[in-house]
């Protein structure tokens, strides 16, 4: 990974206030540290990827940025502010895990969460499930789900509230190339009437034509940042191949 | 924004729904509770009077042990897919959250006691000498007491790797003055004794100020990473 060449995209020319902005963030956990003296700013109505290794530190830079967790050191800030609840309403968040009540259908998991941001019309809910490609009619519970229903799901749930920012983490692990396709799209739209978009992805291909840019980690540092184009992708493709040439050969 | 009323309703709502389909938690407490009853009537054969004078303390002790299965459960839910996050990202107020799950916890808890209840009057032959409405003032006043610690412990104990152990670690000691005011209160209803009238106010105030504690010191336990 660190064999990519350093420049500069459109995208790092910074916005008066930009959607994320990360000052000299670490975080340590028990002995370990995960995040390095990140600064970074990403715009408004950019779509970003977070790209590296597992233990990279993606996953804690976005759970971060979620307010889930609190930096060691440095400050964050979303829309200008370091103040947490400002923030909330305005913030989409999909990790790994769906976040979703296995006993539930689709419609009673998105009416709870919709509820938790003020949203009471079931219509609005129904129009979002419709949204990801779903039928709001389904009565099959989300433990009966395929894992990209559950995805698509788990995405409606991240919007409902029509969040400024929204975080993914892997989107696409585990669903097939259609649902795939199918939410790349959806955050494509999303991106397109202006929300920012951050995502950490092991598949990025999937969002080729679709990110504005990536942003390389490793050992919880930014290596590289760069526009997201062919360039971009076989360079990450080649990078993840010498990886794993390498564990192989440590293997 | 949502007020503090509507999401602990919305969230009382989908808790009893998930109970109702799932049946975790009412199922392991009443099993669990009529397995106490049971070893309790091998261990003890006590004539009228003496069961009047006992059945106070093993009432509450059988809800309590009991009570502890429903408490681990509440919170186990929220950590399956990790839908606790959900919540924290959301605006949505903790302490809506917290007052959900003890308002769930109470309606599960009165269920085992309304189902328990005529097993212990049944299994040791009982009759109330003293004003009977009394005991279902002392049951919603001490289960309060029990769940409202015990929720927030729950909480607490978390994402700590033994939390089930944890949870009675914690908790009974906490709840030993409000098991005391329980037991005394019952036995005196039980027994006739007219000095069951300071008990109740006991358990109101032990109520009040633990609620109020669980309520300030909740934000801060589910932030704790």
Redesign the interface.
């Known amino acids: 990974m660190t064999s990519l060449a350093v420049t500069t995209p459109q995208s790092t020319q910074q916005a008066v206030t930009a959607a994320v902005e990360l000052r000299n963030v670490s975080k340590h956990f028990d002995g370990v540290i995960a995040l390095r003296g990140v600064s970074l700013a990403f715009d408004r109505g950019q779509l970003s990827l977070l790209l590296g290794e597992n233990g990279a530190g993606k996953s804690t830079l976005l759970r971060l940025i979620?307010?889930?967790?609190?930096a060691t050191e440095g400050s964050i800030a979303l829309f200008g502010s370091t103040e947490r609840?400002k923030w909330?309403?305005r913030?989409g968040?999909m990790?790994h895990?769906?976040?979703?009540?296995?006993?539930?259908t689709g419609l009673?998991n998105l009416q709870?969460?919709a509820?938790?941001?003020?949203i009471?019309d079931r219509e609005f809910c129904q129009r979002a499930i419709a949204g990801v490609g779903l039928d709001p009619g389904l009565q099959r519970?989300v433990g009966q789900y395929s894992q990209g229903m559950r995805q698509r799901l788990s995405l409606a749930?991240a919007v409902v509230h029509d969040p400024d920012l929204l975080l993914l983490d892997e989107p696409f692990s585990n669903v097939d190339v259609a649902s795939a396709r199918e939410i790349a799209a959806h955050l494509a739209r999303m991106r397109d009437a202006g929300k920012s978009v951050l995502v950490v992805t092991h598949q990025p291909q999937v969002l080729d034509g679709v990110a504005d840019e990536a942003v390389f980690l490793e050992a919880g540092r930014v290596i590289d940042r760069r526009c997201w184009n062919l360039e971009a992708l076989r360079a990450f493709e080649e990078a993840s191949l010498g990886s794993r040439v390498k564990e192989v050969r440590r293997l | 924004m949502s007020s503090l009323a509507h999401i602990t309703r919305i969230g009382l709502r989908k808790d009893l729904r998930l109970e109702w389909r799932s049946k975790d938690a009412l199922n392991a407490m009443i099993f669990f509770g009529g397995l106490i009853v049971v070893i309790f009537s091998f261990a003890f054969e006590p004539t009228q009077e003496e069961a009047r004078q006992i059945t106070g303390g093993l009432i509450w002790v059988a809800f309590l042990f009991a009570a502890v299965v429903a408490m681990n459960q509440t919170w186990a839910r929220e950590l399956r897919n990790q839908v606790l996050d959900a919540y924290c990202v959301s605006p949505a107020q903790p302490n809506a959250l917290f007052l959900s799950k003890a308002l769930g916890n109470f309606v599960f808890v009165i269920i085992l006691e309304a189902v328990m209840a005529p097993l212990f009057v049944i299994f040791y032959n009982l009759r109330v000498l003293g004003p009977a409405w009394q005991l279902v003032v002392v049951a919603l006043l001490g289960t309060w007491a029990l769940v409202v610690n015990g929720t927030f412990f729950a909480a607490l104990s978390l994402r700590t790797r033994s939390r089930e152990l944890m949870l009675p670690l914690i908790l009974f000691p906490i709840c030993l003055p409000a098991v005391i005011a329980m037991v005394e209160a019952t036995t005196n209803i039980l027994t006739g004794d007219g000095s069951a009238t300071s008990w109740p106010g006991v358990l109101a105030a032990y109520d009040l100020l633990f609620t109020t504690i669980c309520l300030l010191l909740f934000e801060a336990v589910l932030k704790t990473e």
């Open positions: 979620a307010g889930l967790a609190t609840d909330k309403c913030l968040f990790p895990a769906s976040l979703l009540y296995d006993e539930l009673e709870y969460f509820a938790l941001y003020g009471r519970r749930r």
